[in-house]
């Protein structure tokens, strides 16, 4: 199955310390998509990337959050010095095309981040 | 403000039986609107994608219809069974950038014996 992947599925931070989150498209996709799912509520867009470019972070809080994807490797979400206010499932999804083309967006099966 | 609403909440019905989902949105200018299947603990799944012109998407025993006019859309799952118990998500694309899509919060579908 090439789905799109993410490691961990879990992983759990103490406050102040920093979270890496992996994620590796479907073969062939160069858009990539994280976003952020609260308990009980939608996905929340962060950030879209294509191949070593950010197009648009207009949904990632501007401190302590950075993605990157580079030209080799997975789209990496990092997120330094964690609060209990980021404890959340982060989903990344990838597409062949531009973010709101007739494409769909093909999703992991998240990263379930928790913060003690 | 772009908002997606679905009801109900959430739905139990027996396997066999049909149902049909609701969504309203309030999203501009509209580009398309997504239907997602999505398991616990898992990410989400495309059903279908509807265009503006387009009013009517089947996908198996699930078909998706779009009023652009009164900005509603259904989905409508047809003799169901114990696998279709999951979160249906409402997902409506503004023209623009990824950051245009607006997620609904779903509607959790139990399907029982």
């Known amino acids: 199955n090439a789905g799109v992947m993410q490691n961990p599925r879990h992983l759990v931070r103490r406050r102040g310390q920093e979270a890496r989150l992996r994620c590796s498209p479907m073969k062939g996709h160069s858009h990539v998509y994280w976003y952020r799912q609260l308990p009980e509520e939608g996905l929340k867009f962060m950030v879209y990337?294509?191949?070593?470019?950010?197009?648009?972070e207009s949904g990632m809080p501007k401190e302590r959050f950075s993605a990157e994807f580079p030209k080799e490797g997975p789209s990496i979400l990092r997120i330094q010095q964690v609060v209990r206010g980021d404890s959340a499932a982060y989903f990344c999804a990838s597409s062949l095309d531009r973010g709101t083309s007739n494409q769909p967006q093909h999703f992991g099966d998240g990263t379930r981040l928790s913060i003690l | 403000k772009n908002q997606v609403e679905q009801s109900p909440q959430s739905l139990i019905i027996l396997e066999g039986k049909n149902c049909t989902l609701q969504c309203n949105y309030t999203v501009s200018p509209f580009s398309n609107l997504r239907w997602y299947k999505q398991d616990t603990g898992r990410g989400p799944v495309s059903l279908t994608i509807m265009t503006f012109s387009e009013n009517t998407k089947s996908n198996g025993r699930y078909t998706a219809t779009l009023d652009a006019d009164t900005k509603q859309s259904s989905l409508h799952i047809t003799a169901s069974q114990l696998s279709d118990s999951a979160s249906y998500i409402c997902v409506v694309s503004a023209s623009g950038t990824a950051s245009k899509l607006t997620f609904g919060t779903g509607t959790r579908l139990q399907v029982t014996l």
């Open positions: 990337l294509q191949k070593e470019n950010i197009i648009d």
